[in-house]
């Protein structure tokens, strides 16, 4: 009589361990950082151990040592890692007279244009941002694809800064808690807490690295005079009133990495607190970097040289990944392959219209390069930048966006060429960072980047004036030039 109840008991028990686990869902955190130069990381050579947590994140994942920025300043940059396209998508067209809008006019992400956090929502994952900069709002746009967020306030929740790296990663910590453990999430947080090293620098950091002997002196500063150096603002000041030498302003920002560092290791250790660690996939990397008078310009981005477009970009993935770990990827990259690369190594494709190239395969062994040429814009001059796998080259009109006072200090020159325009040749194997040593003489490099640029930047142009169509142009939209787009993968079918 028995039986049957038994029985019952006997599969009711086999079927539960027979059934599969509970799914647990994947992470990706992106961690974009504001002025971070690639030359000021430990890992990439620098004689100062500034990034021990990075280096352990680069030994589980890839390093990608040759990427830079699209863009030295904040709204581009942010644009290239959230949309994977050239950021001059973004830059509304000049008004009739020639005139830009305002800042709050000037720039919006269309809605159209591919979006990093939209096709990770269309794939069923939660989206959130976290920002710390005023300027990466969702008056630009940045917002479209995020389910949260978290724009950039000041203030404080009782102890902590809203601002900053603890209010930042405070708040997606306490979103993270909330999302149920199955459930697939992608996570974008900015930080700017180096542009805070010298107002806002705390002692024990500000101390941490002994400033060097051969910057100890205070450089001529103004956006009055012609000055050799030009300063983006003049109130970097020690804490006395004095003028600070460029010795303690780079100790005070290699003594805040260091500090931004030390927090980055906490933060992957809370991961590992909750479980989560192993499941997600984390990707640091700097937005643009900034200057030490290498190019003419201090404690700013907004030049297009290396010290500020050469970034680090480190991968490390989730531990399910199929991925040999601990390699440096010297081959070119840019920031705007940050997404596709995320894309397919979360399986997911890439759009149409969406630039960037995905890394992936220039990490395996012995592969080639998957980009000939990497380009920037944008910042404080005309023109452009354009890289290969050994050369710098700019062509700007320096000071062109800015006070034009500050012209003959980017220049690096008292008196700058006649029609305003400089170009510059580095060959990144032997020259230092800035673009104020004197130009390689290697002709035919500099010409085929002049023109890679050149048709770069024409295209991206007609790209541009497709996603932003000015009701004030009386000529139409061009089909074949349209379809051309289209065919580049400049756009996406209906722009």
């Known amino acids: 009589m028995r039986a049957g109840p038994l029985l019952i008991a006997a599969f009711a028990l086999g079927a539960t361990a027979c059934s599969p686990p509970p799914r647990e869902g994947r992470g990706v955190l992106v961690i974009a950082i504001d002025d971070l130069r690639a030359d000021h990381v430990s890992g990439l050579g620098y004689d100062r151990e500034t990034t021990p947590e990075l280096e352990r994140l680069a030994a589980e994942g890839l390093r990608f040592t040759q990427t830079f920025s699209a863009a030295p300043e904040v709204i581009p940059a942010h644009v290239a890692l959230l949309t994977g396209c050239d950021p001059r998508l973004a830059r509304r067209p000049l008004l009739p007279d020639g005139s830009r809008f305002a800042l709050v006019n ?47 306030t000041e203030g404080r929740t ?16 306490r979103w993270l808690r909330g999302q149920d453990e199955d459930r697939d999430w992608f996570a974008y947080l900015t930080l700017g807490d180096l542009g805070r090293a010298w107002s806002e620098a705390e002692p ?73 660690w192993e499941r997600t996939t984390v990707c640091v990397v700097g937005s643009f970097g900034i200057g030490f008078g290498e190019s003419g310009l201090l404690l700013d981005g907004g ?31 840019s920031t705007l392959d940050l ?15 969406m630039h960037g190239i995905s890394q992936l395969a220039a990490g395996r062994p012995g592969a080639a390069a998957v980009r000939e040429h990497a380009f920037s814009s944008l910042g404080l001059s005309e023109g452009f930048s354009a890289r290969d796998a050994t050369y710098s080259f700019l062509r700007t009109r320096p000071g062109s966006e800015g006070p034009p006072s500050l012209a003959h200090s980017w220049f ?15 060959d990144r194997r032997t020259a230092g960072p800035g673009s104020l040593e004197p130009s390689s003489a290697d002709a035919e490099a500099a010409a085929i980047l002049r023109a890679a640029g050149e048709e770069w930047f024409a295209w991206i ?12 142009r009386e000529d139409a939209p061009d089909p074949i030039l349209r379809a051309e787009l289209v065919e580049r993968g400049l756009v996406a079918a209906q722009p």
């Open 412 to 426: 690096g020159e008292r008196n700058p060429p006649g029609d305003g325009w400089r170009e510059h040749l580095r």
């Open 158 to 173: 009782g102890d902590t800064p809203n601002f900053g790296f603890e209010g930042v990663t405070g708040r997606f910590m």
């Open 106 to 152: 000037d720039w919006l992400i269309p809605r159209s244009v591919p979006r990093l956090a939209v096709e990770y929502l269309a794939s069923g994952y939660a989206t959130a941002a976290f920002v710390d900069h005023p300027r990466v709002s969702d008056l630009f746009g940045f917002d479209t694809g995020f389910e949260e967020f978290h724009g950039f």
């Open 339 to 353: 997404a596709p690369t995320l894309l397919e190594l979360s399986e997911i494709p890439k759009p149409p219209g």
């Open 461 to 472: 142009a007609h790209a541009r004036d497709a996603y932003h169509p000015a009701p004030w």
């Open 204 to 276: 024990r950091w500000a101390g941490y690295f002994e400033p060097r002997a051969e910057l100890a002196f205070v450089p001529p500063v103004t956006e009055a005079a012609r000055s050799f150096f030009a300063i983006a603002n003049d109130v970097w000041r020690a804490s006395d009133g004095r003028l600070q030498t460029l010795a303690e302003y780079e100790a005070s920002y290699d003594g805040a990495l260091r500090q931004l560092d030390e927090r980055l290791g906490r933060l992957f250790n809370r991961l590992r607190g909750i479980g989560r």
């Open 303 to 333: 030049t297009l040289s290396d010290v500020d477009v050469h970034v680090p970009w480190i991968l490390r993935p989730a531990a399910a990944a199929d991925v040999e770990r601990g390699r440096n990827i010297e081959a070119l990259a």
